[in-house]
């Protein structure tokens, strides 16, 4: 099987290691060979966080700059300073809502412009979704739902051999009874949001 | 039921590296555990502990590693398979017990494991573990995934009762943090209590006696090495003229190599999954059918000398090569790039590595470094010593645990961390060797895991300090773990006793020993400036449940506050303060709702007492 690399890059406390889980669970019902790895710990108190996604017949658990196949970002910021994972060919989907670090409130660091942001991810690499995850994830009715949003949008894209309905299936055995529906809502709102972008 | 009790033979689950050395344990029968918890180890405890509460299993936050480590030496010395576990360093704190444990041995299984962590991640250092096999004599274990890892539980422990010694089984956290998919097996039934069999010729380590065991392990070491040579963790892969030695990660990163330079038919693999002792018989077979040898292995060279040793006694002259400044490194963690293109070059293999992304023209990002949380009672504490220390010359030694994220600016109050418990004793140092003023900080958890001895050594002899002991309540960096001094139902315990660090300091002889409340700034300021003013040592108790934990335990009723238009813009909130509830948004603070926790610090800071609570 073709190896699909994928990595996730996101802000402490936003829900990635919950999104490499419900890909995981995906990739296990599918019969899909899967591996992951992540960095958990001091990193989760508002750092950056990043999980690595390896679907196929590699045995690496992680990836190496310029190997990613598809990027998926929870905070545009993060996104951009992922770009180093990509190579012309890779697929980048951001949620475009900033969380901005608090270096920048203390005036140690310049948040970078959202339209220059986004010419430069177009022009480095081969697709580019944007969107406001968070809105979305609002309109599925919870803010966190974020993850699950960008989860819709991944695999709208065809890049992983994953179909829509085995993620769900996963989203139910694998996140909270009581916020089922909501993900199911989010995934939906974020698939079509790729479709659209 | 807790997932990893499924009883279901031939089920795969998609776990957690950690998850799945915890279920090995299991099907391993371990009947006690103990850990002291840490990074990238914490998940096993964990999930044992959980287990512990519907199963007859044991388990026990111990105080410390060394204090872990003899917990389980007495259980294993009972006939009752026992698991110990930490992180890398914390086999430093238990290497006083490892090494005559390794003398004395054990009647029913005990693995050790430890996990190492290249490049850093949560941890002080990147030390190689495997060095301990060969200091203690000792058998190393190494998984390179997270099936395998499972796997190698049940052996290590057959393998520490065949050789009657515990086994130390190392993983690396790229093992522990990664997920793989790995298939249930059965679940034997736990064998929860034994007997201690008197045998002080064994146990009781007087100089006559370890003047035999030594004998003993040194005899232990030869057949552990007998057993490596067949292991079935130590195998031989393809077939051809170049050699790779491999261990643990590297392994996958060696295999996917070849796949993708397609060198299968030139290459053979040594993977060593059995380090200590290193198979020798194997190894030299190996060394002999090889034109030439690299060693991949992240963090020392340990394979790579014993590699040059064997073909050294076999004078068969080999070219052997791994840590060299056009190859491999000392330093941090490798990758499937990093290893793919070394063996191009070391081999010679042609290879144009694809082509790096140009990021020349991306604007320089704005740095992310973790902080401590909206609300966290560790920002309003060191706020508070900040004002009452203001103007004097000070050295602020930390400890380990969120609050060390206190040496970030604005706060800029950490000077000198080396290990667990070293704030309270090198302030000692400090106090002596300048007239500059000593603060010092440490949390609850690390205070009991090895603060006490410290703080008793200042008392004794006399030094002149403020420790300011963190008490939020529980392990709070590591993942919320209980410790002595916690409220213990709180973790779903009971019938542990709970020790009040305020008497234990009195107890100990401090003469000065307040209590504050950090988010009542004006109070505590007031108690910080009389405990700095005090000759001699004083400990001052900042006590305040850690936000998350109180947020998971539906303890906290968060009532935001805001920015009124009484705001002046003089930022100090930020500037001072920096809690992440607040950014600037159309070149005025405010506070995001959802994050803040209502903790009011920023409040009764604000000079024009702009900063308010949101009406429901």
Same mark, same amino acid.
Request: hydrophobic share 40%.
């Given at each position: ?81 992922? /770009? +180093? ?8 989907? !951001?949620?475009?809502? #900033? %969380?901005?670090?608090?270096? @920048? ?40 739902? /974020? +993850? ?8 709208? !894209?065809?890049?992983? #051999? %994953?179909?829509?309905?085995? @993620? ?30 | ?616």
């Amino acid at each position: 099987m073709d190896t699909k690399r994928l990595i996730i890059v996101a802000v402490g406390g936003q829900g990635n290691l919950l999104a490499s889980k419900v890909l995981g669970e995906a990739a296990l019902l599918s019969d899909v060979p899967v591996k992951m790895s992540e960095i958990h710990g001091m990193a989760q108190r508002g750092g950056v966080v990043e999980s690595a996604v390896v679907f196929g017949d590699a045995q690496s658990t992680i990836i190496s700059d310029g190997e990613a196949d598809v990027l998926v970002g929870f905070e545009p910021s993060e996104t951009l300073r992922a /770009l +180093n994972k990509c190579k012309a060919n890779t697929v980048v989907i !951001t949620n475009t809502a #900033p %969380l901005p670090p608090f270096t @920048v409130s203390l005036g140690i660091g310049v948040y970078p412009d959202m339209d220059e942001l986004k010419t430069l991810i177009k022009a480095k690499t081969s697709r580019f979704i944007s969107f406001n995850g968070i809105e979305l994830a609002k309109e599925a009715g919870n803010v966190m739902s /974020l +993850n699950i949003v960008l989860l819709g949008a991944l695999i709208q !894209t065809g890049v992983l #051999p %994953l179909t829509a309905d085995s @993620v769900k299936k996963a989203i139910e055995t694998t996140t909270k009874q009581a916020f089922v529906e909501t993900n199911l809502k989010a995934f939906e709102l974020g698939f079509q949001a790729a479709v659209n972008a | 039921m807790h997932k990893l009790l499924t009883d279901n033979p031939g089920q795969k689950m998609l776990l957690l590296g950690n998850e799945a050395i915890a279920r090995g344990a299991i099907e391993a029968g371990v009947a006690i555990g103990s850990t002291y918890p840490g990074t990238p180890s914490s998940e096993i405890s964990l999930a044992l502990f959980q287990m512990s509460h519907e199963s007859d299993l044991y388990f026990e936050y111990s105080t410390n590693e060394k204090v872990a480590l003899e917990v389980a030496a007495g259980a294993a010395n009972s006939g009752v398979r026992t698991m110990c576990m930490m992180k890398h360093v914390g086999l430093n704190v238990a290497a006083d017990p490892l090494m005559t444990l390794a003398y004395v041995g054990v009647t029913a299984g005990l693995v050790i494991l430890v996990a190492d962590d290249p490049f850093m991640f949560s941890s002080q250092n990147e030390q190689d573990n495997r060095y301990y096999g060969k200091i203690s004599g000792l058998p190393i274990l190494e998984p390179s995934s997270v099936e395998e890892a499972k796997e190698m539980v049940p052996y290590a422990f057959d393998l520490s009762e065949q050789l009657k010694e515990p086994v130390i089984l190392r993983t690396t956290t790229r093992i522990n943090h990664s997920t793989g998919i790995v298939e249930l097996k059965d679940i034997p039934q736990r064998v929860t209590k034994g007997s201690f069999i008197k045998d002080p010729m064994r146990c009781v380590t007087v100089p006559a006696v370890s003047r035999s065991l030594h004998v003993k392990l040194l005899k232990n070491i030869k057949k552990a090495e007998e057993i490596a040579n067949k292991s079935e963790f130590n195998f031989i892969e393809g077939q051809g003229p170049w050699g790779i030695v491999c261990n643990g990660v590297s392994y996958n990163y060696v295999a996917d190599a070849i796949k993708d330079l397609d060198i299968g038919d030139k290459t053979k693999i040594l993977r060593i999954g059995f380090s200590h002792p290193m198979p020798a018989a194997l190894v030299k077979q190996f060394i002999k059918g090889c034109e030439k040898i690299l060693v991949v292995e992240e963090g020392e060279p340990y394979m790579e000398e014993m590699v040059k040793v064997f073909d050294q006694e076999e004078k068969l002259n080999v070219p052997i090569q791994g840590k060299a400044d056009e190859l491999f490194s000392r330093l941090y963690e490798f990758n499937p790039a990093q290893v793919r293109q070394n063996i191009a070059t070391y081999f010679d293999v042609p290879y144009t590595a694809p082509p790096v992304t140009d990021l020349a023209d991306v604007p320089e990002i704005p740095q992310r470094p973790p902080n401590l949380c909206a609300g966290c009672s560790h920002r309003a504490t060191f706020y508070a010593i900040k004002q009452a220390a203001e103007g004097m010359d000070t050295i602020y030694p930390t400890d380990i645990g969120c609050y060390t994220l206190g040496f970030l600016p604005p706060m800029a109050m950490g000077d000198f961390l080396i290990c667990m418990g070293s704030s309270v004793s090198s302030s000692c140092g400090f106090s002596q060797a300048t007239d500059q003023k000593v603060i010092s900080f440490i949390g609850d958890s690390t205070f009991f895991h090895s603060g006490i001895t410290g703080l008793v050594n200042a008392v004794f002899n006399n030094h002149n300090f403020t420790l300011v002991i963190l008490d939020n309540g529980t392990t709070a960096m590591t993942g919320h773990q209980p410790n002595p001094g916690v409220d213990a139902e709180l973790f779903n315990m009971s019938g542990n006793g709970r020790v009040s660090i305020e008497a234990l300091v009195k107890a100990i002889g401090v003469q000065h020993v307040s209590v504050i409340k950090p988010y009542k700034l004006k109070k505590s300021i007031a108690a910080i400036k009389e405990a700095l003013d005090f000759e001699g040592v004083s400990v001052v108790i900042s006590q305040e449940m850690c936000t998350l934990f109180a947020k998971s335990n539906k303890m906290l009723k968060p009532r935001a506050f805001y920015v009124s238009d009484k705001c002046k813009n003089h930022r100090k909130c930020i500037s001072t303060f920096t809690c992440p509830a607040f950014s600037i948004q159309g070149d005025f603070p405010v506070i995001d709702p959802d994050t803040c926790v209502g903790c009011a610090v920023c409040a009764q800071i604000c000079p024009e007492n702009a900063i308010l609570p949101l009406k429901k």
